[in-house]
């Protein structure tokens, strides 16, 4: 259709089992580490602040993603 758009969520950095390099900038209001791919926002339950993990998305939003640490 001429004139329609993709909503902006839409596009995704990330994808789910997709493993990247991470570093945990803050902390969430449930106290999941924060990261950011290309500005979308992961969580990484137990994560720390100036931690630089590898993560693998286990949960897709359409605004965020969560994700696990990778040993």
């Given at each position: 259709?001429?004139?329609?758009?993709?909503?902006?969520?839409?596009?995704?950095?990330?994808?789910l089992?997709?493993?990247?390099d991470?570093?945990?900038t803050?902390?969430?209001?449930?106290?999941?580490?924060?990261?950011?791919v290309?500005?979308?926002?992961?969580?990484?339950?137990?994560?720390?602040?100036?931690?630089?993990i590898?993560?693998?998305?286990t949960?897709?939003?359409?605004?965020?993603?969560?994700a696990e640490m990778?040993?």
């Amino acid at each position: 259709m001429y004139g329609r758009r993709e909503p902006r969520y839409a596009r995704k950095p990330v994808s789910l089992g997709g493993e990247y390099d991470v570093e945990i900038t803050e902390v969430s209001r449930r106290g999941d580490g924060l990261a950011r791919v290309q500005g979308f926002v992961v969580f990484v339950p137990g994560a720390r602040p100036g931690q630089r993990i590898k993560v693998r998305v286990t949960k897709m939003g359409n605004r965020y993603a969560v994700a696990e640490m990778v040993r």
